[in-house]
């Protein structure tokens, strides 16, 4: 494997200054050659903690959407008993995202690999509006078949 992409970025580094820079300026060269004006960042699980640690530092983005996001890395290894993230950033340990950038965590109530736990400590510096629960949904089930009317929802208070 070149040494560019080690096993560490996929595993303990999967949320590293480098996997950020290199997503950040993957997803800034494509809106660019593309002219948005707005972007809406969206990301499920791993890649809603990368939306939320991106989001700052994106141009044109008018909001960021986490899906089942992993939050706080620390709190999550440590609920299932997993190895540290050395060497990964921590959505909850970053300062918080600019007040003016709309924000939407979406949370599943039957969610055991990101349970409520393991992203209080991120939620307590959250609007609690900005929190929205689904009480029936896990971790998989059910956002693809909800993703429309989530997603309208979302659009309209976008464009408030």
């Known amino acids: 494997m070149p040494p560019e992409c080690s096993g560490a970025l996929w595993t303990s580094e999967r949320y590293s200054r480098e996997v950020v820079a290199s997503m950040s300026a993957a997803a800034t060269t494509y809106i660019a050659e593309h002219h948005f004006e707005q972007v809406l960042i969206v990301g499920w699980s791993g890649g809603g903690t990368l939306a939320t640690l991106m989001a700052a530092n994106l141009p044109h983005v008018s909001g960021v959407v986490s899906i089942a996001g992993n939050l706080d890395p620390d ?23 600019p007040a003016d950038l709309k924000q939407w965590y979406l949370v599943g109530g039957r969610d055991s690999n990101v349970p409520p736990a393991a992203t209080a400590r991120y939620f307590a510096r959250v609007p609690q509006e900005r929190v929205w629960s689904y009480p029936r949904f896990d971790h998989n089930c059910c956002w693809v078949e909800a993703w429309p ?4 929802k979302i659009s309209a208070e976008l464009h408030r």
């Open 149 to 152: 009317s989530i997603f309208a």
């Open 75 to 97: 709190a999550w290894a440590r609920l299932h008993e997993y190895l540290p993230l050395q060497g990964s950033l921590n959505p909850s340990l970053e300062p918080p995202l």
